[in-house]
């Protein structure tokens, strides 16, 4: 049982940062390009990729690799659990999320090379910077 709550608990720390919910709400309404993700966010890759590591290790979300990109997305529904399934449900309420799921619809209609160039474009700017 003490496994069953700490794995719990862990899932519960996945998704108590703000742009960890973020991504998992916005990867609730399909599979995006892991660029694609932090363009609609307007967040580093690099941010991006850590909440992703933190999700992935709870079991929220999959990736697949397609050549030099990487897509993620929610498990399937069949693989997801009821914790999911409520975080997702309630999620879909917030401002935030629904401004998300807007962007992404723009983000989408761009090519994923044109997206990928500019955000990397991006962490070279914020880069140099520093």
């Keep these: 049982m003490a496994n069953d709550l700490r794995a719990m608990v862990e899932r519960l720390k996945a998704v108590s940062h703000p742009l960890r919910l973020r991504v998992l709400a916005l990867l ?5 390009c892991v660029c694609q993700v ?3 966010l307007q967040v580093p890759q ?10 992935r290790r ?3 979300v999959n990736e697949r690799k397609e050549g030099r ?17 409520g975080i997702l449900a309630e999620a879909v309420s917030l401002v ?17 090379p044109m997206v990928c160039c500019k955000v990397q474009k991006a962490a070279k700017a914020e880069v140099i910077r520093v």
């Design 28 to 32: 609730g309404a399909g599979e995006l």
């Design 69 to 85: 990109w990487v897509f993620v997305s929610v498990v399937p529904q069949t693989g997801a659990s009821p914790l999911l399934e």
């Design 46 to 55: 690099s941010s991006v990729s850590e909440a992703l590591r933190e999700l």
């Design 38 to 40: 932090a363009e609609v």
């Design 58 to 60: 709870a079991g929220f």
């Design 96 to 112: 935030e999320v629904h401004q998300d799921r807007e962007r992404a619809v723009e983000v989408k209609l761009l090519s994923i």
